[in-house]
């Protein structure tokens, strides 16, 4: 099963590319009708991510409809936490809500170290069927929640603005967070290597809420679990590298220290602009972003005048890979993706002479 | 009327003071219970705003329990929209609407410049009659929200996770944006300049919004109007300089930008260290922040530990005023922020040696 298409995987380790690759974060999701429809069948969001046909098959229809440069296998950040013992379920209109949230330090000693290749199965499954029906099209790209992304949920209950009892846990027992984050670091080194050795051929670790935390508590409580994470790494499979990326959304003022982790590649939100983050980070990672999801509202002009002033960003040379700054959201017209990938597909080459 | 603490006036201008100033964003709000028992008595929050006698009075609240070296009046950001015939009104739970949010190009041509001095007369009259009670005791803050703040609101018709609205008026109709937003400028620059002739002693624009924008959009669309205002303000008034403050949320990458719009002092929230935003201000301008509200759930030795980390990372010097890096939130209680100012007076002094 030759990779026909490795330019994803050969821009993520700053390798010679004759264009810029492009995928999406949330490609496969609610803007899409194929996936609403396939999601109604399922029953419910859990059923989906855990019925590795079904999760196959949302995995693989945007690339029905797009050119895309990579898969992500479908799946939710919240599947650790929940073999854990919390017991995730999703209310609509809510989002995702524990029924077993932590409650006391006693609730962290307790919990358990998960068997991820029994326990999360179904996952592993989907990678395995998704690689083979891919047939080397494009690689399979693996994630994860960060630690400290998966605690918030944990101690929260569910979403949150302020993360009020997470940040009085960090600030008013350190030890406690520093164990319930140890615990959720080395789980999800378990989960990761099991995806790649399951077939994904590039991991995402996914830090949604590192920029609710002070620039310090930030180093204590969530880079530092991550840069463990990716030390703990499997980062050779099929005679190939496996890229790792990290994306801390609103953690921009931390670039370098996140460049420093070991990490191949890091995810850069729309707040910065591409030129500034590659200035700061050097020759040492490769830059994943960073277009405004928003801009996907507008017509297919105004998309393709701001990839191209996203590509003009970033620059001529090799380390980008095309993407939004964060998930696309469920308003907007798959077409309009279309005209996107469209402009990175006729746009890029150019700065790759 | 002789001000007899110019504390904070003086750190805001980077002048020599022997110890920091403190005063708390949001510090008369619902975490005081005297705020809700004179809010409840009110009726309705508009109710309280648009009495001076009772805005004066939640105003004063937290300068008889605690140390502040300031006032900042009592009102809401959305009182310019209000009164530009929008209709501002408060469901339980939901936050700030608006009867007749924009939506359309028209809706934006049609939007009357209002004369500040009668409209929001009620602000003017809350500011004289707390000037009047303070009676130099410490000085008044006025403010206002910024340009694309108050449009997101104005857009959307209230608040927002995702801003879609009002990005799409951004990218694909930029010269309505330009005008709703030019409109805005001119209001809000009057609107503070009302403010500071009826005695506010300095000024703060909060940009609470400016974090959702893409560096080169927060260029366009929030920047260059705060900047626009900060040059049409009156500086001096009752024969000392009034300073500007500009807060803008989540937008630290933008630091040197903002503190080259001509402004005395940049809010910084806590995402970044004072450290490194000293390092990248330089000389130009003062610096307020920057403590994660969150520390005041935690206990009164947590406070005094972070206080001092706070003051550390500011360093020696002038040109640091202590506050929050956002709002105080509802669940605090009132003896955290006791502790958080008194290890503010305990400890700051020998920064100043």
Chains 1, 2 share one sequence.
């Not at 496969?28 to 609403?36: D, F, N, Q, V």
């Not at 002033?309 to 469920?330: A, K, M, R, Y």
């Not at 907007?332 to 990938?341: K, M, Y």
Request: with cysteine.
């Amino acid at each position: 099963m030759e990779l026909k298409n490795d330019t994803l995987l050969r821009a993520l380790l700053r390798q010679p590319v004759d264009r810029t690759p492009v995928w999406i974060m949330r490609q496969a999701g609610r803007y899409l009708p194929e996936y609403l429809k396939t999601r109604a069948e399922a029953g419910s969001f859990m059923d989906l991510c855990q019925t590795p046909e079904l999760a196959c098959e949302v995995t693989l229809q945007p690339l029905r409809r797009f050119d895309l440069d990579a898969a992500i296998i479908f799946s939710d950040i919240l599947t650790i936490p929940d073999v854990m013992g919390l017991k995730l379920y999703f209310v609509a209109g809510e989002g995702p809500k524990f029924e077993n949230p932590i409650r006391s330090a006693d609730d962290i000693r307790k919990l358990p170290s998960p068997d991820v290749n029994e326990s999360l199965g179904y996952v592993m499954d989907a990678i395995s069927l998704t690689r083979r029906e891919l047939d080397g099209k494009v690689p399979l790209i693996g994630f994860s929640g960060s630690p400290w992304t998966l605690a918030t949920y944990m101690v929260e209950g569910g979403s949150s603005r302020t993360f009020s009892r997470t940040k009085k846990l960090i600030y008013q027992e350190p030890e406690m967070a520093h164990e319930l984050l140890g615990k959720l670091a080395n789980t999800v080194t378990d989960y990761l290597n099991a995806q790649i050795e399951s077939g994904a051929q590039a991991v995402q670790i996914f830090d949604t809420w590192g920029g609710a935390l002070s620039a310090k508590a930030y180093q204590d409580f969530s880079l530092q679990y991550m840069a463990q994470i990716v030390s703990g790494l499997k980062r050779e499979n099929e005679g190939r590298r496996v890229p790792v990326i990290l994306f801390s959304k609103g953690c921009n003022t931390q670039l370098e220290a996140l460049a420093n982790t070991g990490c191949d590649a890091l995810g850069v939100d729309w707040t910065i602009s591409l030129n500034e983050a590659r200035a700061r980070v050097g020759e040492r990672v490769a830059l994943q972003g960073n277009l405004d999801p928003a801009i996907l509202l507008a017509d297919e002009k105004v998309i393709h005048r701001e990839v191209n002033e996203t590509l003009n960003s970033f620059g001529q040379g090799n380390g980008h890979v095309f993407n939004l700054g964060h998930g696309i959201t469920p308003d907007v017209d798959p077409d309009n993706l279309t005209a996107l990938i469209n402009a990175v597909w006729e746009l890029s080459p150019s700065f790759h002479s």
